[in-house]
């Protein structure tokens, strides 16, 4: 409650700015709930610092809202994590440099999954992987930016994965429960969007009533 009054206020002195905080919280309180205790060391700390940035990677070009036709795939290696390949599009605050490191709360399906929704999966996928006590690129790319109306102050980014062979993602859970933990997520997201639209609407009220109160008055 404490969280959603404080970002009432931003939403209605600048919503594109108050995206960046509360996707990253929404993208940590997943790993929180379903992720292992490395993935909380690993991840949570810094996102909750803000020095890394978190997203949800859902839709793609060719399935719009419809996630049972996503096609992003997730290929096991030998080394217990997975090779990612496809792309996403409208991803919020997908890539900018405000932040070390983009962490996408992504579905995806593993090969020889289920069809439909039964068959996808969350996976952790970071612009940057930790090798060596240092962040490398993990193949992930920002293929185009889309510009939304009031609301250019947040990249809206298509990803692309895996166009080198080298996107590594890590599972959350269990397979082919992905969207049941992603709706934590976007229930989250719904939550907030509805504040945000509430504020931006009592701004437009009171930037409307000052200018209403604030002209020439006429002389009775």
């Given at each position: 409650?404490?969280?959603?009054?404080?970002?009432?206020?931003?939403?209605?002195?600048?919503?594109?700015?108050?995206?960046?905080?509360?996707?990253?919280?929404?993208?940590?309180?997943?790993?929180?709930?379903?992720g292992?205790?490395k993935?909380?060391?690993s991840?949570?700390?810094?996102?909750?610092?803000?020095?890394?940035q978190?997203?949800?990677?859902?839709?793609?070009?060719?399935?719009?809202?419809?996630?049972?036709?996503?096609?992003t795939t997730?290929d096991?290696?030998?080394?217990?994590?997975?090779?990612?390949k496809?792309?996403?599009?409208?991803?919020?605050?997908?890539?900018?440099?405000?932040?070390?490191n983009?962490?996408?709360?992504?579905?995806?399906?593993?090969?020889?999954?289920?069809?439909?929704?039964?068959?996808?999966?969350?996976?952790?996928?970071?612009?940057?992987?930790m090798?060596?006590?240092?962040?490398?690129?993990?193949?992930?790319?920002?293929a185009?930016?889309?510009?939304k109306?009031?609301?250019?102050?947040?990249?809206?980014?298509?990803?692309?994965?895996?166009?080198?062979?080298?996107?590594?993602?890590y599972?959350?859970?269990?397979?082919?429960?992905?969207?049941?933990?992603?709706?934590?997520?976007?229930?989250?997201?719904?939550?907030?969007?509805g504040?945000?639209?509430?504020?931006?609407?009592?701004?437009?009220?009171?930037?409307?009533?000052?200018?209403?109160n604030?002209?020439?008055?006429?002389e009775?």
């Amino acid at each position: 409650m404490i969280s959603g009054a404080a970002r009432f206020i931003l939403s209605a002195a600048n919503y594109s700015a108050s995206v960046y905080p509360f996707l990253t919280t929404g993208a940590a309180h997943l790993i929180l709930s379903f992720g292992s205790p490395k993935m909380i060391e690993s991840y949570i700390p810094k996102m909750f610092s803000g020095e890394w940035q978190g997203t949800m990677a859902l839709t793609e070009p060719q399935a719009g809202s419809s996630l049972a036709d996503i096609t992003t795939t997730a290929d096991p290696a030998d080394q217990g994590y997975f090779l990612i390949k496809g792309q996403k599009i409208f991803i919020s605050a997908g890539d900018h440099d405000g932040v070390d490191n983009v962490i996408h709360l992504m579905l995806a399906k593993i090969k020889g999954a289920p069809a439909g929704i039964k068959g996808i999966s969350l996976f952790i996928v970071p612009q940057k992987r930790m090798e060596g006590g240092q962040l490398v690129p993990n193949d992930v790319n920002t293929a185009g930016i889309y510009h939304k109306l009031g609301y250019r102050g947040a990249p809206i980014t298509q990803l692309s994965m895996g166009e080198n062979d080298d996107c590594r993602g890590y599972l959350v859970g269990e397979p082919h429960r992905g969207l049941l933990y992603m709706l934590q997520m976007m229930n989250e997201a719904r939550i907030d969007v509805g504040l945000g639209a509430a504020a931006i609407a009592s701004a437009a009220y009171y930037a409307s009533w000052n200018t209403r109160n604030s002209g020439p008055r006429e002389e009775g």
